[in-house]
């Protein structure tokens, strides 16, 4: 592989692409009407996902192109790069193996990286993350009093939060009845004070999962947990006010998932209470990893299996597909299309599922924190636009909300659509059917998005002319539509693996590195240079820029 990203915008890919949205007139009305195989020949089946392009803004030619535009910049070769573990993170000189999290036990050949068994040490790891979350979940595992484990709490940020609390949502009935699991992010006290407030701490098992276990926040709450801990045993009488206890209570009421397990150590977890995975697992890309103990713990080991067997089911997809058939690849490339050629800023995300409520959330990192760059990866500067925003809310509550942008603005917003035919609570109103009422709205959303309707039929309405603007739907707003039978572990998992890969396409187009983070880094460091600032100091106040030592100057005034 180059050491050298293709500049996209110099290949005769991106110039033909220029050309022809020059010459295209988006017309989904007239493309339909005209080219009866169209949704059948854009729809792709993915594992178990049937993914309907069709509604896009492309022709054929367009698709054609883009995936000419693929090959140019080399996306395959960088595929194939990080699924060998190449260090394709370039800025961090790091291998790129979430994948490898996801592969059977005993696959062929074997994966070596570094001189890392890898195969072998993420299965050893998945057995023993396995082997704890049966003992909580059969009550093996007890607090100090010999409770059983009621509620789990998962204190961290970023991928060691958005991830499981996303999936934990997602599979709540899969969940183990008389199991609870509880997410705690901000370092905002309120988040702990809230989640912890009415627990038990007897049948409360702390998880502490941080990469890196130096995470501000993380740690943070951490400490907090465990004050709140030993101050609740103590007062119920559980354990004695001394070191020996307070000890005692920490191993069997906390444990961690980290990189870092020396300092797991230094925190005051007994190592064996810990679950490890390794620096070439990105945060975002983490949730497959032992970051999934929360997950493991609640739906059990045997549906954690089936998670990860989604996700490598579209692995396997998107490293044997065509290109011209490749889900992923091809739902990449439409967003670089969006992006590049035809203006789009954002990209909404849709579940059509209540479970999926934090998927956006989730995106939001993975997509944003990977490919929000302005250099590339060897550091030149980016040659055209990068990253979209991507956002969303569950469908039907975002259609009372923001849907009227999508629908009416002056905006292009391509949106992905996604839901499931078989609810977990098939509820009737009346004899009819509640979910299928609900897809009815996904099929209608869709629809109205793509073909809209025009004055003439705003007029057959017998709408006055001064209104009729108004009520015009221009259509040609671009959808993609996933539908799955079910929210299975697996399906979760194939979801999440789908947009892992469109986000590693866009990047490969780019030639960005989509696996560092460095845009996170400034903020950090100066809220540990304000910190004493904000807790008086007058040297560190007097430091500050006009403005920042005024806001502070003004909350140390607020403040009772
Ligand atoms: O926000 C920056 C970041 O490094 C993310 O990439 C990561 O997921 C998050 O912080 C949490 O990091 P850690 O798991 O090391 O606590």
Redesign the pocket.
């Known amino acids: 592989m180059s050491t050298h990203p293709i500049d996209a915008t110099t290949t005769s890919a991106w110039e033909a692409l220029s050309e022809h949205e020059a010459a295209l007139t988006p017309d989904l009305r007239g493309w339909f009407a005209t080219d009866p195989g169209r949704a059948e020949r854009l729809t792709l089946q993915l594992a178990d996902l049937h993914v309907d392009l069709s509604k896009n803004l492309v022709t054929d030619e367009t698709l054609a192109l883009l995936v000419q535009l693929a090959e140019q910049t080399g996306v395959a070769d960088r595929l194939a790069a990080m699924l060998r573990g190449d260090h394709i993170n370039v800025t961090e000189d790091r291998a790129v193996l979430h994948t490898a999290l996801r592969r059977p036990a005993g696959a062929s050949p074997a994966l070596v990286v570094d001189g890392q068994d890898v195969d072998g040490d993420v299965q050893a790891e998945l057995a023993k993350m396995s082997a704890f979350a049966d003992k909580v979940r059969s009550g093996e595992w007890t607090g100090v009093t010999g409770e059983r484990v009621r509620t789990v709490v998962n204190i ?7 991830g499981p609390v996303m999936v934990y949502e997602a599979l709540k009935p899969y969940v183990q009845d008389g199991l609870e699991v509880r997410f705690v992010s901000n370092i905002d006290p309120a988040d702990l004070a809230e989640k912890v407030k009415d627990l038990d701490p007897t049948t409360t098992l702390f998880i502490v ?7 501000l ?2 740690l943070t709450n951490a400490r907090l947990a465990r004050t709140w801990l030993w101050e609740r045993l103590v007062a119920a009488g559980a354990i004695a006010d001394d070191d020996d206890a307070r000890t005692a209570a920490v191993a069997k009421h906390f444990v961690a998932v ?1 990189t870092a397990l020396d300092k797991v150590a230094a925190f005051g977890i007994d190592p064996t209470n810990a679950f490890g995975f390794w620096d070439w697992v ?3 890309y ?1 949730v497959d990893s032992t ?1 999934g103990t929360s997950i493991a713990i609640a739906i059990g080991p045997d549906g954690f299996r089936d998670f990860l067997a989604g996700f490598h089911a579209v692995d396997e997809h998107v490293a044997t597909t065509p290109f011209e058939r490749n889900v992923p690849v091809l739902m990449g490339l439409l967003n670089v299309w969006y992006v590049n050629f035809l203006g789009a800023h954002t990209h909404a995300v849709l579940p059509y599922a209540q479970y999926l409520h934090r998927f956006p959330a989730y995106l939001q ?1 993975l997509t944003m ?1 990977s490919n929000g760059k302005s250099v590339r990866w060897d550091g030149t500067p980016v040659t055209t636009q990068t990253g979209e925003v991507f956002w969303g809310e569950p469908g039907t509550n975002g259609q009372h909300a923001f849907y009227q942008l999508i629908h009416q603005g002056t905006r292009l917003i391509p949106a992905d659509f996604i839901a499931v035919a078989n609810p977990a609570h098939p509820l009737q109103d009346g004899g009819v059917d509640v979910h299928g009422l609900f897809l009815a709205n996904f099929f209608a959303q869709t629809k109205a998005l793509a073909f809209g309707k025009t004055a003439d039929e705003v007029r057959a309405e017998g709408t006055a002319e001064d209104i009729v603007p108004a009520r015009v739907f221009t259509g040609n707003r671009p959808t993609t539509s996933i539908l799955a039978a079910a929210l299975t572990p697996s399906v979760v998992g194939q979801l999440i693996a789908l947009y892992e890969h469109i986000t590693f396409v866009q990047g490969a187009v780019w030639g960005i590195d989509s696996y560092d ?1 460095w845009g ?1 880094e400034l903020g ?1 460091k100066l809220a540990l240079e304000i910190a004493p600032a904000v807790q008086g100091d007058a040297a560190a106040l007097a430091a500050q820029d006009p403005s920042t030592r005024s806001l502070i100057a003004t909350y140390l005034e607020l403040r009772s």
């Not at 961290?156 to 958005?162: F, K, R, V, Y």
């Not at 999962?209 to 995470?215: D, E, P, R, V, W």
């Open positions: 961290g940020i970023g991928g060691s939060d958005l999962a941080s990469k890196t276990f130096g995470t926040e993380t980290s990105g945060g975002r983490s970051i990192q924190e983070q996170v950090k």
